[in-house]
């Protein structure tokens, strides 16, 4: 069981490139989501999904993307790079709601570090 | 959603048992109060959930009065390990919100030798 697993940790762009953050999870859970941490601060959500072609805005959605064609994998995709998107990414998944055996809590990734210059 | 409100930091040495009070005015019927715990360059972790009177596990304990305007985590005698960032959320995790939980700013624990 690796839990959420995010791709890359690491990563620098240019100012205008676009690139997708890989999340996936192992846990068959229905709810994914996507979080920004900006140094010093709490995360700030930015799309989530509460199942399989199902998706929704949180917080911050503009200059993002993301689609959810799997239960598994929920890919964030940045249009066009630019330095205020300078942040960590972290990816959550849970189950949809608490019943026997499962709980109600959310696992995270490990995040992605991006660097727009 | 509630807003919830914690300090900002705290200070503690090891050996000591640390309480971090979270306010959540405006909690709802159905809400239930959930605190995570981050490391520096990791993801947050679990570490407890309630949503009335005492939980306890093995990390920490949950103290939530009637009213449920407001919570306390304690963390029974720290250790440096335990130097980490404590988030207090509140939402409704049975009825699809889980999702969309918001995270403040947290409260910085600095456990000191």
């Known amino acids: 069981n690796a839990g959420v697993t995010q791709t890359p940790k690491f990563q620098v762009l240019k100012t205008g490139q676009s690139m997708t953050l890989q999340c996936a999870q192992d846990?068959?859970?229905?709810?994914m989501s996507w979080y920004r941490q900006d140094p010093g601060m709490g995360l700030r959500l930015i799309h989530y999904s509460v199942g399989a072609g199902i998706t929704d805005q949180g917080e911050v959605p503009n200059g993002y993307n993301v689609s959810r064609s799997t239960t598994e994998d929920f890919p964030l995709r940045l249009l066009s790079a630019a330095p205020s998107q300078t942040s960590v990414y972290f990816c959550a998944s849970s189950y949809r709601s608490g019943g026997y055996g499962k709980g109600t809590e959310a696992f995270f990734g490990q995040g992605t570090r991006l660097t727009v210059v | 959603l509630a807003k919830t409100t914690q300090p900002i930091s705290m200070d503690s040495y090891e050996g000591q048992e640390v309480n971090i009070t979270c306010s959540h005015n405006?909690?709802?019927?159905?809400?239930?109060i959930t605190w995570y715990q981050q490391f520096p360059s990791q993801g947050p972790r679990f570490i407890i959930q309630g949503y009335k009177t005492k939980v306890t596990n093995e990390v920490a304990s949950l103290f939530i009065p009637a009213d449920r305007k407001s919570s306390t985590l304690s963390l029974p005698r720290v250790s440096l390990s335990d130097t980490a960032v404590y988030y207090c959320?509140?939402?409704?995790?049975?009825?699809?919100?889980?999702?969309?939980?918001?995270f403040g700013a947290g409260t910085r624990l600095a456990v000191h030798p």
């Open positions: 846990m068959n859970h229905e709810y």
């Open positions: 959320l509140v939402g409704d995790v049975f009825s699809g919100g889980y999702n969309k939980l918001i």
């Open positions: 405006n909690i709802a019927t159905n809400d239930y």
